[in-house]
């Protein structure tokens, strides 16, 4: 069983970015990774997702500013927001999933002020 745990979430302007992160308790080499959020009153929704081989797959509305990596050696992965909108905000959270396993974290609240 492997354990997820999401950071560096906050508050902060419109405009600004963040830095995401999920560190996993365990290897995360074969595992596929991703990001979702959901808005207060709203369904969870993928993000982007990374996979072993460091493929990348953005959602289309969030292409321009998501930036999704993965550091193997340090069972983490990250999340980069530029250009934040009130919109953005939501939990985020982070998955993990293989041909037989799958994890969630308990999620990083983002909150974006105009």
């Known amino acids: 069983q492997v354990q997820l745990v999401e950071s560096g979430g906050g508050l902060v302007q419109a405009g600004g970015s963040l830095n995401l992160s999920c560190a996993a308790s365990?290897?995360?080499?074969?595992?596929?990774m991703g990001w979702y959020r959901q808005a207060p009153g709203k369904q969870r929704e993928l993000v982007a997702f990374?996979?072993?081989?460091?493929?990348?797959n953005y959602a289309d509305s969030m292409k321009d500013r998501f930036t999704i990596s993965r550091n193997n050696a340090k069972n983490t992965i990250y999340l980069q927001i530029y250009s934040l909108k009130p919109e953005d905000t939501a939990v985020y959270y982070c998955?993990?999933?293989?041909?037989?396993?799958?994890?969630w974290g308990q999620g990083t609240q983002v909150t974006v002020s105009s």
């Open positions: 998955r993990g999933w293989g041909s037989s396993v799958a994890y």
């Open positions: 990374i996979t072993t081989r460091g493929d990348t």
């Open positions: 365990g290897s995360i080499f074969s595992i596929n």
